[in-house]
Nanobody
Framework: QVQLVESGGGLVPAGGSLRLSCAAS????????MGWYRQAPGKQRELVAT???????NYADSVKGRFAISRDSSKNTMYLQMNSLKPEDTAVYYC??????????WGQGTQVTVSS
């Protein structure tokens, strides 16, 4: 199994920045790629950004140019740098690990609130 723990959420004014972290533990070798998703109240969970095992990235159109996904393999940690935050970025952000086999892993989520 893979365990994921997010941190770094909080309250920030519009235009501000936050960096989310996701620490992975357990069966790290089974991870194919990782990503960030978010869910706002009353809305479905949506993809924010992903990074493959080889390092290729993918972003939702709504965050392109503002958010950046990265990782530190030596720490088994993934990051999401969020700049120029908007009130519509307010959501619970979840870390996800896609695995070569077995179900995907999810973190518990971290709240990001952007005030206008």
């Amino acid at each position: 199994q893979v365990q994921l723990v997010e941190s770094g959420g909080g309250l920030v004014p519009a235009g501000g920045s936050l960096r989310l972290s996701c620490a992975a533990s357990g069966s790290i070798a089974t991870i194919n790629g990782m990503g960030w998703y978010r869910q706002a109240p009353g809305k479905q969970r949506e993809l924010v950004a992903t990074m493959s095992k080889r390092g290729s990235t993918n972003y939702a159109d709504s965050v392109k140019g503002r958010f950046a996904i990265s990782r530190d393999s030596s720490k088994n940690t993934m990051y999401l740098q969020m700049n120029s935050l908007k009130p519509e970025d307010t959501a619970v952000y979840y870390c996800n690990a896609d695995r070569f086999y077995g179900p995907p892993a999810w973190g518990q989520g971290t709240q990001v609130t952007v005030s206008s």
